[in-house]
C-alpha cells in the first residue's frame, strides 16, 4: 500500500481554513496562516483516532478505509468523487515517469500535445529538456506554446523559435509549434464562465487530439503562482486570448489594466473551456523544482527561498495546484513565495475554477515512493 505523502513530509504543519490574505509570518522562518491543507488523506490522518468508553483510543472506520479507497480508478475522479493527486521528491526522469504512469490513464489520438513553458531568456526557470525527454516520447508528443502577449524574445514567432531551440525543446518527441504561429486564434466556447464567453487559444490547437500539461510550478507577478490552470488558460490562449483574459473579456489587444479577481475567474474560464474542448483527454504535470516567486516568463527570476520539493500529477488541475499551494504553505523559507500568492489573492483562481467546475479543491495526495 502507497504511503500517503502528508505522513511523509516530517516538516508539514498543521493548518486551519482561511481566506487569502490572513497570513502572518512567526519567527521559526515558516509562514504561520489560518488555512488547512484540503488533502483529505491528511485531514482522515489527523482525526482518524477516537476515545472508546474505556479511554483507550481506536481507529474510526473512514481512517481504516482512507489507504484502501485510494486505489480506485483516478480517470472516474478517485475516491468518491475526490481526486488523487499523486507525487514524488524523485525529481528526475524516473520519477517524472513513475508520477505519469501511477495516473493509470493514457492519452488517446496519434497527435499529442505537450504543453510547456519554454522560457523567458537569459536565465529563467523552464524545465530541463532532459528531465522529460524520456516521458515526451513515451506519449510521442510534439511540444507546443504560444506567443507572449507582453513583448519579450518570445512575442515573435521567428524569435519564439529561436528561444524554444536554444532552450532544448525542438528536438524533442515529434518537434516543436508555435499553436499560434501565424497571429491566428481558435475560438473555444466556455459553458458557466463567470467572466468569459468565448476563448481564444492558438489556431494550431485544433490539430492536436490530447494534451499532456507539463508545468514548471513558481510563483508570478500577476496571477500570485503559475501552475497547471495557469498553463492551460494563459499559456495556451493565442496573444489574442491572452489579452482577453487578462482584462476579462474586455480588450482584444492589451493585456494590461484588468481587474484583479476578474483576471483570475477568466483564467479559470479559459481553462475549462480547454479541458472541455478535449473531452478530458488532458493530464497535468507540476514540477515543484527551483520555486523562485518569479515566472519563467521572467529573464531574471528572483533566487528560490523553498527547497525543491517533487513532482505531482492528477487529472484535476484544480486539485493538483490546490496540493502545489498546500506544500507551499507548508515549506521552509516560504515567506516571499506566501507574500507573492497573497498579494495577488492567488487561491482565488482555485476558487474560481472549483465553482464553474473545472476541478475540485479537495484531493487525496499519494506517494508514489517507495
Not at 502572518?24 to 490522518?45: C, I, M, P, Y
Not at 481526486?83 to 488517446?108: H, N
Not at 492528477?314 to 495546484?321: E, G, H
Not at 516560504?334 to 500568492?341: L, Q, V, Y
Given at each position: ?45 489527523d482525526s482518524g483516532q477516537s476515545e472508546s468508553a474505556d479511554g483507550e483510543s481506536e481507529s474510526d472506520e473512514s481512517s481504516q478505509t482512507s ?187 492589451s493585456p494590461w489594466g484588468g481587474d484583479q479577481d476578474a483576471f483570475l475567474e477568466s483564467m479559470a474560464d479559459a481553462g475549462k473551456s480547454v ?96
Open positions: 500500500m502507497k504511503k500517503i505523502v502528508a505522513l511523509l513530509l516530517s516538516f508539514i504543519m498543521p493548518l486551519s481554513l482561511a481566506a487569502c490574505g490572513n497570513g502572518s509570518f512567526g519567527t521559526d522562518g515558516n509562514a504561520e496562516t489560518d488555512r488547512t491543507s484540503h488533502n483529505v488523506a491528511e485531514s482522515s490522518s489507504d484502501d479507497s485510494a486505489e480506485t480508478n483516478v480517470s472516474a475522479g478517485g475516491t468518491d468523487d475526490v481526486p488523487v493527486v499523486y507525487m514524488t521528491t524523485d525529481i528526475s526522469p524516473e520519477g517524472l515517469m513513475k508520477v505519469y504512469e501511477a495516473l493509470g490513464v493514457e492519452l488517446t489520438g496519434d497527435n499529442i500535445a505537450v504543453k510547456l513553458s519554454t522560457g523567458e531568456p537569459p536565465a529563467s526557470n523552464y524545465l530541463d529538456p532532459d528531465l522529460i525527454r524520456d516521458l515526451v516520447e513515451r506519449v510521442d508528443g510534439t511540444i507546443v506554446e504560444c506567443n507572449t502577449a507582453y513583448g519579450g524574445s518570445r512575442s515573435e514567432t521567428a524569435m519564439h523559435y529561436q528561444v524554444a531551440e536554444d532552450h532544448g525543446f525542438t528536438d524533442l518527441g515529434k518537434g516543436f509549434v508555435i499553436m499560434d504561429e501565424d497571429g491566428e486564434s481558435m475560438i473555444l466556447p466556455v459553458e458557466g464562465g463567470q467572466q468569459l464567453s468565448e476563448n481564444y487559444v492558438g489556431a494550431h490547437f485544433g490539430d492536436f487530439d490530447g494534451f499532456l500539461v507539463l508545468s514548471h510550478f513558481k510563483g508570478h507577478a500577476m496571477a500570485g503562482f503559475g501552475g497547471a490552470i495557469k498553463n492551460i488558460s494563459i499559456g495556451i490562449g493565442s496573444q489574442e486570448g491572452k489579452c482577453l483574459i487578462h482584462t476579462a473579456g474586455n480588450s482584444h489587444t479541458v472541455d474542448a478535449l473531452d478530458g483527454n488532458i493530464l497535468f504535470i507540476n514540477v515543484m523544482n527551483r520555486l523562485s516567486i518569479d515566472c519563467d516568463c521572467d529573464g531574471n527570476p528572483a533566487e528560490p527561498d523553498i527547497h525543491d520539493i517533487g513532482i505531482l500529477a492528477s487529472t484535476d488541475p484544480v486539485a493538483l495546484d490546490q496540493a502545489c499551494v498546500d506544500l507551499i504553505y507548508q515549506a521552509e523559507g516560504n515567506e516571499s513565495f506566501i507574500r507573492r500568492m497573497e498579494g495577488q489573492h492567488a487561491e482565488h483562481v482555485l476558487e474560481a475554477g472549483e465553482a464553474i467546475g473545472l476541478g475540485s479543491r479537495t484531493y487525496r495526495l499519494e506517494s508514489v515512493d517507495e
